[in-house]
């Protein structure tokens, strides 16, 4: 039979044709993760305009660990805390929170301590030093103070500089730092987790504790600026 021999001929003649087609797809999105990967390390952070795709489809926290998320939250919340205090006191012999209370303040805003010891550090200052870019810093007068406007078009600022102080600390450790290793207890719920390794899987990863895995736009999150942010993805910050 010829005919069932040219059938099968043509049968296997298509599935070799179907197999190297899905080869060649998987070498090209190898290939593409691989440039986007290398796109990534060579990231300008500030210079990102979507956080939430800096190169080839990766968000700029792709490698945030809990502990990361809970470091953003924190420098979020201190920025808060200083032009919230100013905001509300509106009195320029009171230009600030001192360091001395700083917990009170936090938990007055915040209904929670603010413990130095959760992150793995004895004073306020060390706290504020932890978090790094001196973006928060402390004035001679003791004053916590922030280089952050207390209105702004877009909170991306904030996952930025979480990147940034995550990639200057995984250089100190490579450089053999042991200090520079994050030391955050359970009480910040989110303790138990300082290793290495991706926080981010492409196709529906997980981007972090109670975090949306897109950083959309919305309000203003100082509530006063209006028409409200652009959200995450904004390019501004």
């Known amino acids: 039979d010829a005919e069932m021999d040219k059938k099968r ?4 003649a298509e599935l070799e044709k179907q197999r190297a087609e899905a080869e060649a797809a998987e070498e090209q999105e190898k290939s593409a993760a691989e440039e986007a990967e290398q796109e990534f390390l060579k ?6 305009d979507d956080v939430n795709d800096v190169a080839g489809g990766i968000p700029l926290f792709k490698e945030f ?6 470091l953003m939250q924190l420098v979020f919340e201190l920025n808060l805390l200083v032009h919230a205090f100013t905001h509300d006191v509106a009195d320029p012999e009171r230009p600030g929170v001192h360091v001395d209370h700083m917990n009170f303040y936090y938990k007055k805003y ?3 301590d603010l413990r130095p010891k959760d992150f793995g550090v004895e004073t306020m200052k060390e706290l504020v030093d932890l978090i790094g870019s001196k973006v928060l810093y402390f004035t001679s007068n003791d004053v916590l103070a922030s280089q952050l406007d207390g209105e702004y078009e877009s909170p991306a600022i904030f996952p930025k500089l979480a990147e940034a102080a995550r990639r200057h600390r995984r250089l100190r450790l490579d450089l053999g730092e042991e200090g520079a290793a994050l030391k955050l207890s359970a009480a910040t719920g989110q303790g138990g987790n300082r290793g290495g390794g991706a926080g981010w899987q492409k196709g529906g990863g997980s981007y972090g504790p109670s975090t949306p895995q897109k950083f959309g736009k919305g309000a203003h999150p100082y509530g006063g600026k209006k028409g409200g942010g652009k959200g995450w993805g904004g390019r501004r910050g």
């Open 9 to 12: 001929e043509e049968e296997k």
């Open 43 to 48: 990231l300008d952070i500030f210079g990102a």
């Open 65 to 70: 660990q809990n502990e990361d998320w809970t």
């Open 110 to 112: 915040f209904g929670k």
